[in-house]
């Protein structure tokens, strides 16, 4: 009985998501994925499936795409967290985004968070990835709505204007 | 035979001028905004799981929920007995079936929690409500339920012998409804004069959606009035049915939907967790959320198909059909919803003749009860099932006459000068060019150019196959809505319909509609759906959103101009007559008066103008198509790499280019899925669904799909709708499963199998190969 109430004992973590330190208070047993949601209060990153299995909830880690329904927030005490709602600049949106809009790469919404931020990674270190690639890449995101070739091809227009802002 | 009233307006033709418009949905779904129904808290709410039968069939003996009760932060265990004390009845079902005796159709009441008895792995049999999430978890593991496992038979085939476990004892031999279609005597006749007679048996196998948002509910109950956030594809019928279930009137109920995380027929109806939320946020006092984990999604979220038919199609000597004989089984699962019985015996009938010309069918088709989830609708509901015995049945059928299996189509389609043509089963198809449509697509799939490509990939070690499926697709389903639409001061125009959008670009669709009809910026459109105290009507299902939700907003365009006109001659002194509407003001034509929408709107009462509009297309619409699938086997392996599928469609006239193309993707991936990858399976001996989880039920991944070409006809509108659009959200599921089978057996072709049944699986294929 001790040990369940140690347990849920709230722990305080800083935290930094989209670049910006926080602290927040949660329950030690708590994903990464439930505080973001649920203490954070951003609620792109979605609840798929829980087991890893599906992407919905996929978050950037240092950089490295990671399914934060298998991650345990207090293991990201002090390491930089990425999620959906720090992509756009402002109101303008990330040319990755900007390229989703207008090539169908989204429909019901619902993996596109995770399939967003996993492109992200792939485009941040290969900025020029051939249709494969990036096949691979997304391959544990599920999409039930697009067949996938809008997407792929919105992950190409975004990494081309990628390219084109770095020069 | 009179052709159907023509309600087609040309000019609407503008509507379908193939613009794309980038969908106004995507700032918020990409930037992570979408509200979806797992977004929404509320203050002080708390949190309800469902306890689920781990068993086929079982009877609760006892339930002893003492410690699950005490535990920390429990609010309430509830069973089926405190429901009925509370006079909380069951989800209806349409009563519109009936058993060969003439008796309704017989099948066990949709309660809430399972009464006494488990009848299928995933049954709710408790609900408990904590403060918290895990606390509720954590009761659930405290409550102890005493079962007394029965028999149980999960295959209809097995389900309707003598002497199997009976699921209801209303449904004697499990048989809960049949239907007999068209004249067996007629046939008969027919097929003492067929030259030939192909035969087959097939399984269409169930199919679990997996929408990737899990279901989700969170009920309130204030002022003696409930409200509930969930996702559903109909508002409305929500709505109703949870007033039946409590009896109470509808009005006590605001059912609200935000965004909807996919849906594919899945998200219709009531389910049993929704109004648990709502009979435990009254009970309470206070609001109470659900949400499925992908476990409760897989074993207690209504599945699709698993159909059963044996067929057999008569054919002259130049293979032009006599007639067609068949028999469906259909697989209901033990506790029917409201979409199982409909989807077999009307739906899948409706189209099954598909694009040929079937003088003759006799047709029975059967719904059985076993220990397993319901099914019900899911993407194309009835015309895959339908399409695919056909055009498997024709491609049988040209192999073993050995006619070309293109020109054995042929010598088969309807021909333009046959509509409006009444099939054998009694529907009337207004319009179709069906044998342009399949040279469209053999030409955009260089259908002609195959045996080098084959001859390339046999240098290559692999087996190349080319598949051909032509299809119709039936939408327009209750073909009423009804659409408000408000003029505010400030010039806003408000669109209130019933419909509703999950995933689809519901949205953007109608704002290019009105503001195609009233001639003023987007910026001044809102459309509002997914609220029942706003707007109500049948919701999306069977791709009728467009065609019926869409002729009703253009409808109520169209009104909010007449009434506008005589507002306007009003306000201008003039005669309604004399008044012109051009770019959002009214003008006295030659002169220059004029009145904007919005001065208009401010003139008046209240500061708005209100109008209505109801619209009833004459008749359902017939979108039709050809697919092409090119593919390759590895022979050592097995594995199946799909190269393209090619689709010529004509959908009638689009509304929003990227949206269709998007839909048509969307429904080939499911075909695909149906066709290569995916079936739900229980264990016929245990009821346990092996397929429980994404790593065992196979939705494809980005790495299995293969290039899509779309391509659409737009020269035949649908004459029976103001927008000339016939629907376009099932129909690449349609094609896409009967092209995919044909190329993979094409590519056995050396290997001399007739047919495979779905989903052909690696492993399949190899035993095919290694003999």
Redesign the interface.
Known sequence: MNAVVEARRNVRVTLRVNGEQTEVLFAPYKTLLEVLREEMNLTGTKHGCELGECGACAVLLDGVPVLSCLVLAIECEGRSIETVEGLARGSELHPLQAAFADLGGTQCGYCTPGILMTAKALLDKEPDPGRERIREAISGNLCRCTGYLQIYESIEEGARRMREEAK | MSAPAVQFDPSSARFGSSRTQ??L???R??????L?S??RNLPNQAWMVVVRSPYAHARTASVNADAARTATGVLAVWTSGDLSADGVGHIPIPPLFKRADGSPMAAPLRTLLADGTALYVGHPVAAIVAQTQ?QAQDAAELLEIDYEELPCVIDPRKAILPGAPQVSAQAAGNISAEQRYGDAAAVTAAFAQAAHVTRLELHNQRLI??????RCALAQFEAGRWTLYTQTQQPTGTRDALAAVFNTPPQQFRVVVG??????GMKTGLYPEDALACYAARKLGRPVKW?A??SEEFLATHMGRDQHFKAELALDPKGRILALRMEGLANFGSVPVGSSAIIPLVLGPKVQTTVYHVPVIDYRVRGALTHTMATGAYRGAGRPEGNYLMERLIEKAAHEMKIDSVELRRRNLIQPGQFPYRTHLGETYDAGEFERMLDGALAAADWNGFAARREEAKRRGKLRGRGLAVYIEWTGALPTETVDIRVDADGTVTVFSGTQA????LETSYVQLITEVLQIPAGKVKIVQGDTDQANGTGSVGSRSAFVGGSAIVAAGRETIARGTELAAQALESAATDIEYLNGRFRIAGTDRSIGLAELAARQAGRQIRVTATETPSSPSWPNGAQVCELEIDPETGEIELVNVTSFDDIGRIINH??V??QI??????G?GQALYEQAIYDAESGQLLTG???DYC?P???Q?P??ATHFDESVPCRTNLLGVKGCGEIGTIGAVPAVVHAVLDALSPYGVAHIEMPITAEKVWRIVAG
């Open positions: 980038k969908r949905e995507d700032d779904l990409l930037a992570g905004n979408g979806y797992d977004d895990v959606a997996t929408a990737l948002e899990p965004d909807i995380g996919g849906g594919f949400r984990d992908r999950m995933g689809q670009g990227m949206i193309e998007g993707h969307g429904g080939i991936a499911q695909v989880s994404l790593m939705v991944r980005a790495d799909f290039q899509m």
